[in-house]
């Protein structure tokens, strides 16, 4: 029996993994954010939505689950609240140094800290998608994930070396993103679009170039706030490890750009619509 489980901010991966959880092993399930309309989606799932103390109280488990910039913060702002060893899921995309900080917070604290990194979108993976976690107690939590009904995977007993591998992938999966952007709004504004698409298609024929431009057009502008804070998180680990962040740095501007555009998009949509979104929302502020 884990006993109560809490969330601790209340997004799409909240939602994802508060809809998809075994609840056999849980006694109740409760839930703080900051916004208070996110109350409305706890309780639609069944979490009772509460203030941070309220939710914290007696929580054997924990999912953070806010964005990268606020993840010691949070931790910070949590842990006078934590019952003496809870598990604390810090399911933020930071960098290790960030995650070594919130660590001695809640480890300071009495809490349990657990390094975990989500490897692919909550949608539609929901709470089967796949989890590395690191850190001492990663055994232990490996235990509750998968009592949950969740699919973690231990990296390792030292907190960093999940978010590490993470972090590395994001400077990929997000950079492409970034770069599929430039490429394809600078081919449409062009007018050459289609033959652009083409070329690729034919240069890499095991990748669908029109339908993955769309997904990543949609990407950025849905999430491009909220992927420019993970990137930022890549640059520290960048430096971390002694190396340059030109191509990290940039695609956080890009993926910030895109995201405070607001855009409404569709993955589906074909890529000349999305793009012409794009261009007409970027037009006041680019030449």
């Not at 300071?108 to 390094?115: K, L, Q, T």
């Not at 992927?227 to 956080?252: F, I, Q, S």
């Amino acid at each position: 029996m884990i006993g109560d489980l809490a969330f601790i901010g209340f997004g799409e991966a909240g939602e994802a993994f508060a809809a998809g959880i075994a609840r056999d092993a849980l006694r109740a399930v409760a839930g703080f954010d900051i916004a208070p309309a996110r109350g409305a989606a706890m309780r639609a799932l069944g979490v009772a939505a509460s203030d941070r103390a309220g939710a914290l109280a007696g929580a054997g488990a924990v999912w953070c689950l806010v964005t990268a910039d606020r993840a010691a913060e949070v931790a910070a702002e949590a842990a006078p609240f934590l019952s003496p060893g809870t598990l604390w899921f810090d399911g933020n995309s930071c960098s290790p140094g960030t995650k070594a900080r919130a660590a001695a917070i809640i480890e300071g604290a009495g809490g349990r800290y657990v390094d975990v990194a989500i490897m692919a979108p909550v949608h539609p993976g929901g709470a089967a998608v796949p989890l590395l976690i690191a850190g001492p107690h990663a055994a232990e939590a490996a235990g509750v994930l998968t009592a949950l009904g969740m699919r973690p995977r231990i990296a390792g007993d030292t907190v960093g070396q999940a978010s590490t591998i993470k972090m590395m992938r994001s400077v990929m999966i997000k950079g492409i993103e970034a770069l599929t952007a430039e490429c394809v709004l600078g081919a449409r504004r062009a007018g050459v679009e289609d033959a652009v698409l083409a070329s690729l298609q034919a240069s890499d024929p095991g990748f669908d170039w029109s339908a993955r431009s769309s997904y990543c057009l949609e990407r950025m502008a849905r999430h491009g706030r909220r992927r420019a804070a993970e990137m930022r998180e890549v640059v520290r680990t960048l430096r971390e490890l002694g190396l340059p962040d030109r191509m990290a740095g940039a695609c956080a501007d890009w993926q910030d750009e895109i995201g405070a555009l607001n855009a409404a998009l569709s993955a589906e949509a074909p890529v000349a619509e999305a793009a012409d979104t794009l261009l007409a929302a970027l037009s006041p502020t680019r030449p």
